[in-house]
């Protein structure tokens, strides 16, 4: 969980930082916290939610907090989603991972209006549009994630037959 | 990864202690309208109101135990007091007493100096003992020279005389009004003779001449005629001349008072022969 979180945030920073356009920008955080989420349960969720959160605050220099309490309700949200229906498949991952964007963006859009009247600002269309991304990218992380064993065990398996072959 | 879930009350409790957690933080760096942190401005609100009702709490705990204290303590003056009062009270009934004690002293001064004969104060002692007979008891005896058959007086008139062998400190004292007692007495606006007897509360006048002028309002004195009593004392007032002739019925009320006798003078000599004859 850990690790997902700090790989998520090292990624947030360095890569998402340098593609994000100036209409949509993709949060790997909270594809990190979904997924755990989906994968882990509510309680994971949640409290993955609440380090990663507030990891991000920390680093984005807003109010320590907002970001920690939109992703654990997200977190805990989509937690429960996953112990109440089956979300193995792909079109049912992105309801998800685009709901979970949607959550998470209106909570922390409407906590900073609570908190300083301007707050911050986004368009829908913003909103929508990170959210599919989110989803998208979110999709393709469980692909990969769960992929990754088998194709793994699939390269080594084709490695070694190339290497006895070569050796015959 | 497997899905582990708490039970959902653990669960519930632990999302709350979550978000109450988050906003705690918020709250610690949003400022309000006033520029007090939310943190401090709901810290401070929420524990002012615990202060609040702690300071109440613990005000009437100590309102009540000082009241209690109070209380007490006014309890304590209120017995005090109350003791004062009860004590002022009777040093006050003291002084009335003295008072009027000296008021019949001075009066039993001027009698005794005001008669003839020798006399001697004394204090009733003692009451009746018997409801059958009306007597007192006086603190003189046989060692102040008392003796039976000696005229008892006081301010207002006769009282009675000492019977029985006094005591050497005490004797008593049967009064005029005892049923077996009597004295020779006359009607000093019509000098009609005859015997005042008791009848255990007030008195008649008997053997008085049929034709002998008696009317209710005259003042009844002592003759002397009996040996006892000293002439010209008062007995009392004729109150109703009841009857005619010889079946007359003359009731006269004593001048003292008997149920209020506190001192009373001993007539130390018996009245003479001559004396009673005039």
Redesign the interface.
């Known amino acids: 969980m850990a690790a997902a979180i700090v790989l998520a945030l090292a990624l947030q920073t360095t890569v998402a930082f340098t593609l994000a356009s100036q209409h949509a920008a993709v949060d790997l955080v909270l594809i990190a916290v979904v997924y755990l989420a989906l994968a882990a349960g509510p309680e994971a969720g949640l409290l993955g939610g609440s380090v990663a959160g507030l990891a991000q605050d920390a680093l984005a220099g807003g109010v320590v907090g907002v970001g920690g309490l939109s992703k654990s309700l997200v977190g805990f949200l989509a937690g429960l989603v996953a112990t109440q229906f089956i979300v193995a498949g792909a079109a049912h991952r992105f309801v998800v991972f685009f709901l979970a964007s949607l959550v998470n963006a209106g909570c922390f859009v409407g906590l900073y209006r609570v908190i300083d009247p301007p707050g911050v600002s986004a368009s829908w269309s913003a909103l929508l549009t990170q959210a599919l991304i989110n989803a998208l990218i979110g999709i393709l992380a469980f692909r990969i994630v769960e992929g990754a064993p088998g194709w793994w065990h699939h390269r080594r398996m084709r490695r070694s037959a190339l290497r006895s072959r070569g050796r015959i | ?6 039970d959902p009350r653990r ?1 519930t409790f ?2 709350a202690a ?2 109450v ?6 709250s610690a ?2 400022n309000t309208k006033s520029g007090v942190p939310v943190l401090s401005a709901v810290t401070f609100g929420a524990f002012a109101g615990v202060q609040r009702a702690g300071s109440a709490v613990v005000g009437a705990v100590t309102g009540t135990w000082r009241r209690y204290f109070a209380l007490h303590q006014t309890a304590l003056e209120n017995e005090t007091l109350k003791q004062q009062v009860v004590a002022l009270g009777v040093q006050l009934q003291e002084q009335r007493a003295l008072a009027e004690r000296g008021r019949r002293l001075e009066l039993l001064l001027k009698m005794q100096s005001a008669i003839p004969q020798r006399t001697l104060a004394a204090d009733v002692i003692a009451g009746d003992a018997s409801s059958f007979f009306r007597t007192v008891t006086i603190d003189r005896g046989t060692s102040d020279g008392l003796r039976a058959d000696l005229a008892v007086i006081a301010p207002a008139g006769v009282v009675g005389r000492v019977v029985g062998d006094p005591a050497s400190r005490a004797a008593r004292v049967q009064l005029l009004i005892d049923r077996s007692a009597g004295a020779g007495a006359i009607v000093e606006r019509s000098r009609a003779g005859g015997v005042a007897v008791g009848d255990g509360s007030g008195l008649r006048l008997e053997y008085v001449s049929a034709l002998a002028d008696v009317v209710p309002g005259d003042v009844v004195v002592t003759s002397g005629l009996d040996g006892i009593y000293p002439k010209g004392f008062v007995i009392g007032r004729v109150v109703s001349v009841e009857g005619a002739a010889t079946s007359r019925t003359i009731l006269v009320r004593p001048t003292v008072d008997f149920s209020a006798l506190e001192e009373v003078l001993v007539v130390l000599d018996r009245p003479g022969a001559g004396e009673a004859g005039g």
């Not at chain 2, 990864?1 to 708490?6: E, F, N, Y």
């Not at chain 2, 957690?21 to 918020?26: A, D, E, F, K, S």
Request: glycine share 6%.
């Open positions: 990864m497997s899905v582990t879930t708490l669960r632990l999302f979550v978000m957690g988050h906003l705690v933080l918020i760096q949003v």
